[in-house]
Nanobody, 124 residues
């Protein structure tokens, strides 16, 4: 049984940093593209960042603008999202996802497994 478990969310003030983690089990983690998505109230789930199996290729949404960094540790079956300079517009539930293709895609349908999400709230 595949499980993706996110952690690290919370309530922070504008300009703060958070580091999200996603621990995977039940799959060959190093074979999967990993992605982070987010969903704000009343909005569709959107792509944030993705990383290839060997970390050689990384893709970010335009709104990240150098503030977020995705990374992974295949030995620990974990993917991370370091978020700096947080703004209220970053408030959302953040999800990690695993895709069994070789190419990072921004489309939700390409990701096979999803975590339950972790709430990030940025207050002004």
């Amino acid at each position: 049984q595949v499980q993706l478990v996110e952690s690290g969310g919370g309530l922070v003030q504008v300009g703060a940093s958070l580091r999200l983690s996603c621990a995977a089990s039940g799959l060959t983690f190093s074979s999967y593209v990993m992605g982070w998505f987010r969903q704000a109230p009343g909005k569709e789930r959107e792509f944030v960042a993705g990383i290839s199996w060997n970390s050689a290729t990384i893709k970010y949404a335009n709104f990240v603008k150098g503030r977020f960094t995705i990374s992974r540790n295949n030995a620990l079956n974990t993917v991370y999202l370091q978020m700096n300079s947080l703004i209220p517009e970053d408030t959302a539930v953040y999800y990690c996802a695993a895709g069994d293709g070789m190419v990072i895609t921004t489309s939700r349908v390409a990701y096979k497994y999803w975590g339950q999400g972790t709430q990030v709230t940025v207050s002004s």
